[in-house]
């Protein structure tokens, strides 16, 4: 049964394991239309409304790839200002507006809480690409479907692994809902390395705690030698109250090859959300990492496609007809080969 039919996702809580597996069982059958090898039409009149009042590359862009590759059409709104919410618009106005042009909304928003505000006035399911310090669901089932991915390549599974999560934890909404999606599964090990400032909050290492995982809360990136996976993550320093104050924590916890080779076992799969800031005060993953075979970051953003076409496929209810709408890619694509 399709739980997720003509729903908003909004929050990781409203996963369970049998969700996720379902999710990651469509993900699994949308890669041949992300390499290109066929194409479907399933959404062939349905139209995106992809509205992202924050900065993005990946969750916008992808959200838009995911919708085309299933046949639809995307129709953008990209920063605040070209937005009549600059003119002192409501959210609810704003969702009864943009709902009745499309058939489903994608939205990333600064304020925590503003994606759900919408999704109240809106009349298409709503999907939460980011909303402030909160929540980013679609990112953390990517995560997820990643880890699970590299995790079988060694031989490895979720259950079991030791996973470090480095950097600024405070702001960082990926390991939030990240650390949330883990606690569902069993005997997790969470290193969670940042400056004490910028520390997971307390719900989500409650979360944990209650789950029954282990935790060690440190200042050191040392003593990981035994870590399946090492999360490293950006200072968000749209989230300080000022430069002056991110600056006091930029590049602080840098990762590169030697530390790398020093510090970690040589199968530790390494992971960022991006963008990683490579800015040479900050450069938190470095790129003469850019060839360890174990650096999964462009995985992840693979990974990214086909969990957003499955979410779209499961929230309009396609995900058993996807391939009855195939057709052929006309075109030479190198993806083919991947
Ligand atoms: N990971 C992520 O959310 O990236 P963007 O900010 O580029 O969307």
Request: some cysteine.
């Amino acid at each position: 049964m399709n739980q997720f039919r003509g729903q908003h996702i909004l929050s990781v809580n409203q996963f369970d394991r049998d969700a996720i597996r379902q999710i990651f069982q469509v993900a699994d059958r949308m890669a041949p239309y992300a390499h290109r090898k066929k194409r479907t039409r399933v959404l062939d009149g349905a139209i995106l409304g992809n509205l992202f009042f924050e900065a993005s590359t990946r969750t916008r862009v992808s959200f838009g790839t995911a919708f085309n590759l299933l046949g639809g059409e995307v129709r953008e709104t990209a920063g605040m200002a070209t937005s009549a919410l600059s003119k002192g618009e409501s959210l609810y106005d704003t969702a009864r507006v943009l709902s009745s042009y499309s058939d489903i909304v994608a939205m990333r928003h600064p304020d925590a809480g503003s994606v759900a505000e919408f999704a109240q006035g809106s009349r298409v399911p709503v999907i939460n690409g980011g909303d402030g310090a909160n929540e980013h669901p679609t990112q953390a089932l990517l995560d997820l479907y990643t880890i699970s991915k590299e995790l079988q390549f060694h031989g490895d599974n979720i259950e079991g692994m030791h996973i470090a999560m480095v950097g600024d934890l405070k702001h960082g909404r990926t390991v939030h809902s990240l650390s949330k999606l883990l606690s569902l599964y069993k005997n997790i090990r969470f290193t969670l390395i940042s400056p004490k400032e910028l520390a997971m909050p307390d719900s989500i290492i409650d979360a944990i705690d209650k789950a029954g995982h282990r935790y060690t809360i440190t200042e050191q990136i040392e003593g990981l030698v035994d870590a399946d996976i090492c999360y490293q993550t950006r200072i968000q320093e749209e989230r300080f109250p000022s430069q002056a104050e991110a600056n006091k924590y930029r590049g602080k916890f840098r990762l590169n090859q030697d530390i790398y080779t020093r510090h970690f076992q040589s199968k530790t799969v390494i992971m960022h959300p991006l963008p990683r800031d490579s800015r040479a005060d900050a450069n938190e993953l470095d790129n003469d990492l850019n060839l360890n075979p174990n650096l999964a970051i462009f995985r992840q953003v693979d990974n990214g496609v086909l969990i957003r076409m499955a979410l779209f496929a499961l929230t309009l209810g396609v995900e058993d007809i996807v391939e009855k709408y195939d057709c052929e890619v006309q075109w030479y694509s190198n993806k083919q080969n991947i």
